[in-house]
T-cell receptor
Framework: DVKVTQSSRYLVKRTGEKVFLECVQD?????MFWYRQDPGLGLRLIYF???????EKGDIPEGYSVSREKKERFSLILESASTNQTSMYLC???????????FGSGTRLTVV | DQQVKQNSPSLSVQEGRISILNCDYTNSMFDYFLWYKKYPAEGPTFLIS?????DKNEDGRFTVFLNKSAKHLSLHIVPSQPGDSAVYFCAASRYSGGGADGLTFGKGTHLIIQP
Protein backbone atom coordinates (compact mmCIF):
# COMPACT_ATOMS: atom_id res chain seq x y z
CA ASP A 1 0.00 0.00 0.00
CA VAL A 2 1.05 3.55 -0.71
CA LYS A 3 2.10 5.38 2.36
CA VAL A 4 2.09 9.13 2.74
CA THR A 5 3.77 10.26 5.92
CA GLN A 6 3.47 13.69 7.43
CA SER A 7 6.22 14.36 9.93
CA SER A 8 4.11 15.92 12.69
CA ARG A 9 0.56 15.20 13.86
CA TYR A 10 0.31 18.31 16.03
CA LEU A 11 2.29 21.52 15.88
CA VAL A 12 2.06 24.79 17.81
CA LYS A 13 3.91 27.81 16.45
CA ARG A 14 4.05 31.49 17.24
CA THR A 15 2.86 34.28 14.95
CA GLY A 16 5.65 35.37 12.61
CA GLU A 17 7.58 32.10 12.78
CA LYS A 18 8.68 30.31 9.63
CA VAL A 19 7.04 26.89 9.62
CA PHE A 20 7.96 23.79 7.63
CA LEU A 21 5.50 20.94 7.11
CA GLU A 22 7.08 17.83 5.64
CA CYS A 23 5.47 15.08 3.57
CA VAL A 24 7.07 11.91 2.24
CA GLN A 25 5.55 9.25 -0.03
CA ASP A 26 7.04 5.85 -0.74
CA UNK A 27 5.50 4.83 -4.07
CA UNK A 28 7.41 6.93 -6.58
CA UNK A 29 4.37 9.06 -7.37
CA UNK A 30 4.98 12.04 -9.59
CA UNK A 31 2.14 14.19 -8.32
CA MET A 32 1.94 15.58 -4.80
CA PHE A 33 -0.51 18.01 -3.21
CA TRP A 34 -1.03 20.14 -0.12
CA TYR A 35 -4.56 20.85 1.11
CA ARG A 36 -5.92 22.52 4.20
CA GLN A 37 -9.13 21.49 5.86
CA ASP A 38 -11.25 23.92 7.85
CA PRO A 39 -14.69 23.35 9.41
CA GLY A 40 -17.44 24.32 7.01
CA LEU A 41 -14.96 24.90 4.16
CA GLY A 42 -13.94 21.39 3.19
CA LEU A 43 -10.53 20.72 1.66
CA ARG A 44 -8.89 23.51 -0.30
CA LEU A 45 -5.87 23.07 -2.53
CA ILE A 46 -2.85 25.18 -1.58
CA TYR A 47 -0.12 23.97 -3.97
CA PHE A 48 0.70 20.94 -6.03
CA UNK A 49 3.71 19.54 -7.82
CA UNK A 50 3.87 17.25 -10.83
CA UNK A 51 7.62 16.69 -10.83
CA UNK A 52 10.81 17.45 -8.95
CA UNK A 53 11.39 21.20 -8.69
CA UNK A 54 8.02 21.87 -10.35
CA UNK A 55 5.19 23.54 -8.51
CA GLU A 56 1.80 25.01 -9.29
CA LYS A 57 -0.45 27.25 -7.26
CA GLY A 58 -3.73 25.86 -6.11
CA ASP A 59 -6.77 27.82 -5.00
CA ILE A 60 -5.34 29.44 -1.86
CA PRO A 61 -1.54 29.84 -2.21
CA GLU A 62 -1.22 33.19 -0.44
CA GLY A 63 1.08 33.04 2.56
CA TYR A 64 2.53 29.66 1.54
CA SER A 65 5.36 28.33 -0.55
CA VAL A 66 6.49 24.80 -1.36
CA SER A 67 9.65 22.88 -2.12
CA ARG A 68 10.15 19.65 -4.03
CA GLU A 69 13.84 18.82 -4.24
CA LYS A 70 13.33 15.06 -4.29
CA LYS A 71 10.52 13.07 -5.84
CA GLU A 72 9.39 11.52 -2.58
CA ARG A 73 9.33 14.70 -0.50
CA PHE A 74 7.04 17.72 -0.75
CA SER A 75 7.39 20.47 1.83
CA LEU A 76 4.91 23.22 2.65
CA ILE A 77 6.41 26.43 4.03
CA LEU A 78 4.59 29.14 5.93
CA GLU A 79 6.91 32.10 5.47
CA SER A 80 5.52 34.07 8.43
CA ALA A 81 2.83 32.15 10.29
CA SER A 82 -0.38 33.95 11.11
CA THR A 83 -3.34 32.93 13.27
CA ASN A 84 -5.57 32.49 10.20
CA GLN A 85 -3.26 29.68 9.12
CA THR A 86 -4.37 27.59 12.07
CA SER A 87 -5.79 24.55 10.33
CA MET A 88 -5.50 20.86 9.51
CA TYR A 89 -2.97 20.39 6.69
CA LEU A 90 -3.23 17.33 4.50
CA CYS A 91 -0.64 16.08 2.06
CA UNK A 92 -1.54 13.71 -0.78
CA UNK A 93 0.23 11.93 -3.58
CA UNK A 94 -1.22 10.44 -6.71
CA UNK A 95 -0.27 7.94 -9.33
CA UNK A 96 -1.30 8.19 -12.98
CA UNK A 97 -5.03 7.58 -12.45
CA UNK A 98 -7.23 10.26 -10.98
CA UNK A 99 -8.68 8.01 -8.29
CA UNK A 100 -5.20 7.10 -7.10
CA UNK A 101 -4.94 9.81 -4.45
CA UNK A 102 -3.56 8.78 -1.08
CA PHE A 103 -3.68 11.20 1.81
CA GLY A 104 -1.46 11.46 4.84
CA SER A 105 -2.94 11.56 8.35
CA GLY A 106 -2.69 15.31 8.54
CA THR A 107 -0.87 17.90 10.64
CA ARG A 108 -2.97 20.01 12.94
CA LEU A 109 -1.19 23.36 13.13
CA THR A 110 -2.08 25.94 15.73
CA VAL A 111 -0.59 29.43 15.39
CA VAL A 112 -0.71 31.46 18.60
CA ASP B 1 -17.25 30.60 -6.36
CA GLN B 2 -17.90 27.11 -5.04
CA GLN B 3 -17.69 24.60 -7.87
CA VAL B 4 -18.61 21.52 -5.83
CA LYS B 5 -21.47 21.87 -3.38
CA GLN B 6 -22.64 19.61 -0.60
CA ASN B 7 -25.64 21.44 0.78
CA SER B 8 -26.26 19.20 3.78
CA PRO B 9 -23.67 19.77 6.50
CA SER B 10 -25.00 16.78 8.42
CA LEU B 11 -27.27 13.80 7.97
CA SER B 12 -28.64 11.40 10.56
CA VAL B 13 -29.78 7.91 9.48
CA GLN B 14 -30.91 4.88 11.40
CA GLU B 15 -28.72 1.79 11.29
CA GLY B 16 -29.85 -0.60 8.56
CA ARG B 17 -31.54 2.12 6.49
CA ILE B 18 -30.28 3.75 3.31
CA SER B 19 -28.03 6.83 3.54
CA ILE B 20 -28.15 9.20 0.57
CA LEU B 21 -25.54 11.93 0.32
CA ASN B 22 -25.91 14.54 -2.39
CA CYS B 23 -23.45 16.66 -4.34
CA ASP B 24 -23.89 19.30 -7.04
CA TYR B 25 -21.27 20.81 -9.30
CA THR B 26 -21.16 23.82 -11.56
CA ASN B 27 -18.09 23.28 -13.73
CA SER B 28 -19.05 21.34 -16.86
CA MET B 29 -15.37 20.57 -17.46
CA PHE B 30 -15.33 18.11 -14.56
CA ASP B 31 -15.20 14.60 -15.95
CA TYR B 32 -14.41 12.42 -12.96
CA PHE B 33 -16.03 12.36 -9.56
CA LEU B 34 -14.96 10.78 -6.31
CA TRP B 35 -16.24 10.26 -2.80
CA TYR B 36 -13.92 10.28 0.20
CA LYS B 37 -14.62 9.30 3.76
CA LYS B 38 -12.86 11.00 6.66
CA TYR B 39 -12.67 10.12 10.33
CA PRO B 40 -11.47 12.74 12.84
CA ALA B 41 -7.67 13.07 13.07
CA GLU B 42 -7.18 10.93 9.95
CA GLY B 43 -6.64 11.72 6.30
CA PRO B 44 -9.49 11.17 3.82
CA THR B 45 -9.72 7.70 2.32
CA PHE B 46 -10.99 6.94 -1.15
CA LEU B 47 -14.41 5.32 -1.23
CA ILE B 48 -15.79 5.15 -4.77
CA SER B 49 -15.58 7.06 -8.04
CA UNK B 50 -17.41 7.52 -11.31
CA UNK B 51 -16.41 8.71 -14.73
CA UNK B 52 -18.61 11.15 -16.60
CA UNK B 53 -19.25 8.53 -19.29
CA UNK B 54 -21.16 6.42 -16.77
CA ASP B 55 -24.29 7.07 -14.74
CA LYS B 56 -23.82 4.47 -12.03
CA ASN B 57 -21.00 2.69 -10.25
CA GLU B 58 -21.44 0.13 -7.52
CA ASP B 59 -19.04 -1.32 -4.97
CA GLY B 60 -20.57 -3.48 -2.29
CA ARG B 61 -22.83 -1.37 -0.09
CA PHE B 62 -21.83 1.83 -1.90
CA THR B 63 -23.34 3.10 -5.14
CA VAL B 64 -22.68 6.41 -6.82
CA PHE B 65 -25.16 7.87 -9.31
CA LEU B 66 -24.31 10.63 -11.75
CA ASN B 67 -26.84 12.85 -13.55
CA LYS B 68 -24.76 14.92 -15.95
CA SER B 69 -27.61 17.01 -17.27
CA ALA B 70 -28.47 18.09 -13.72
CA LYS B 71 -24.81 18.28 -12.68
CA HIS B 72 -25.69 16.18 -9.68
CA LEU B 73 -24.30 13.08 -8.07
CA SER B 74 -25.32 11.06 -5.08
CA LEU B 75 -23.79 8.39 -2.88
CA HIS B 76 -26.07 5.64 -1.59
CA ILE B 77 -25.02 3.47 1.32
CA VAL B 78 -27.20 0.49 2.02
CA PRO B 79 -27.54 -0.85 4.61
CA SER B 80 -25.99 1.85 6.77
CA GLN B 81 -23.70 0.63 9.56
CA PRO B 82 -22.33 2.37 12.68
CA GLY B 83 -18.83 2.39 11.16
CA ASP B 84 -20.15 4.53 8.33
CA SER B 85 -20.39 7.50 10.70
CA ALA B 86 -17.84 9.94 9.28
CA VAL B 87 -17.55 13.06 7.15
CA TYR B 88 -18.05 12.37 3.45
CA PHE B 89 -16.47 14.61 0.84
CA CYS B 90 -17.51 14.80 -2.77
CA ALA B 91 -14.63 15.69 -5.12
CA ALA B 92 -14.30 16.40 -8.82
CA SER B 93 -11.49 16.41 -11.33
CA ARG B 94 -11.10 17.87 -14.80
CA TYR B 95 -8.80 15.12 -15.96
CA SER B 96 -9.69 11.45 -15.91
CA GLY B 97 -6.25 10.51 -17.11
CA GLY B 98 -2.78 11.55 -16.11
CA GLY B 99 -3.30 15.25 -15.51
CA ALA B 100 -1.75 16.63 -12.38
CA ASP B 101 -4.61 18.94 -11.54
CA GLY B 102 -5.75 18.75 -7.93
CA LEU B 103 -9.21 17.66 -6.88
CA THR B 104 -11.91 20.21 -6.07
CA PHE B 105 -13.74 19.22 -2.90
CA GLY B 106 -17.13 20.02 -1.46
CA LYS B 107 -17.46 21.16 2.14
CA GLY B 108 -18.42 17.71 3.35
CA THR B 109 -21.46 16.04 4.94
CA HIS B 110 -21.22 14.61 8.43
CA LEU B 111 -23.10 11.31 8.37
CA ILE B 112 -24.29 10.01 11.73
CA ILE B 113 -25.65 6.49 11.92
CA GLN B 114 -28.06 6.08 14.83
CA PRO B 115 -28.29 2.64 16.49
Amino acid sequence: DVKVTQSSRYLVKRTGEKVFLECVQDMDHENMFWYRQDPGLGLRLIYFSYDVKMKEKGDIPEGYSVSREKKERFSLILESASTNQTSMYLCASRDRVVYGYTFGSGTRLTVV
Amino acid sequence: DQQVKQNSPSLSVQEGRISILNCDYTNSMFDYFLWYKKYPAEGPTFLISISSIKDKNEDGRFTVFLNKSAKHLSLHIVPSQPGDSAVYFCAASRYSGGGADGLTFGKGTHLIIQP
